[in-house]
């Protein structure tokens, strides 16, 4: 059982907020691929968004150790009504895959973009950059916030002519995570045909990663 720790002239409280504000380099960038298809067949739609679909996946897969995860996200194909006439006539049939790619490795990840809006009905969305969850980044802040909490208990403790005795408490407020997790500067563009697709120069975005802490101290005595 805890036992509460009240105030007392012989043992007096100061309780403090610690906070820490840090500007890194993101550790990981993500991008969505979207693969269409459309045709009169749905036989002939699947196949080609089969087909692009795995041509798709082939390329990601290629760049190796700089992909951290590739996922599948979800799948489509449905039916287009025709505009006029009755009954369950179709128009057409729409097919799409979403997929997910990770990259730890920015210089790939400029020239996988374009080799991926290269492909036949293909659109980009992204990148957006992001720490790992299990960054240092993330322990730093902590760190930083339980020191600034500590300083600044010592520095009122020091302006009563005292020091600081033992630490009662001390908890986390809250860590902010990076600003704009998976924001930052979007781009998205669907294939084009062009012979060599230059390499898409991207700069990543510093990711802004807070934490705050309390602290509630003990003091010794002061002689007021």
């Given at each position: ?6 105030p007392t ?15 890194v ?13 459309r ?13 692009r679909?795995g041509?798709?996946?082939a390329?990601?897969?290629s ?8 996922e599948t ?10 505009r ?11 097919g799409?895959?979403?997929?997910t ?10 020239e ?8 036949d009905?293909t659109?980009?969305d992204g990148p ?7 960054s240092?980044?993330?322990?730093e802040?902590?760190r930083?916030?339980?020191g600034?909490a500590?300083?600044?208990?010592r ?6 002519g ?11 407020t809250?860590l ?8 930052g ?9 062009v ?5 898409m120069?991207l700069?990543p975005?510093r990711q802004?990663v807070?934490?705050?802490v309390?602290?509630r101290?003990t003091?010794?005595?002061p002689k007021?």
């Open positions: 059982m805890t036992t509460a720790h009240h002239p012989e043992a007096p409280q100061v309780t403090v907020r610690g906070e820490a504000r840090l500007e380099d993101p550790e990981v960038a993500r991008i969505a691929i979207t693969v269409s298809a045709g009169t067949d749905r036989a002939g739609t699947l196949a080609d968004l089969t087909r679909n041509e798709a996946l390329l990601v897969r760049y190796g150790d700089a992909v951290e995860k590739l996200g979800t799948l489509s194909l449905a039916p287009e009504p025709a006029h006439g009755r009954g369950e006539r179709v128009r057409a049939y729409q799409r895959v979403h997929l790619a990770e990259l730890n490795d920015f210089t790939a990840l400029g996988l973009t374009t080799r991926l809006a290269d492909l009905q659109r980009i957006w950059w992001a720490l790992r969850p299990d240092p980044q993330h322990a802040a902590r930083r916030a339980v600034e500590v300083q600044r208990a520095a009122y403790a020091e302006a009563l005292t020091g600081l005795a033992a630490l009662l408490e001390l908890s986390d809250g902010v995570p990076p600003s704009a997790p998976m924001g500067a979007r781009m998205s563009f669907a294939a084009e045909t012979d060599t697709p230059p390499a120069d700069e975005q802004t807070t934490a705050e309390a602290a101290f003091m010794h005595p007021l």
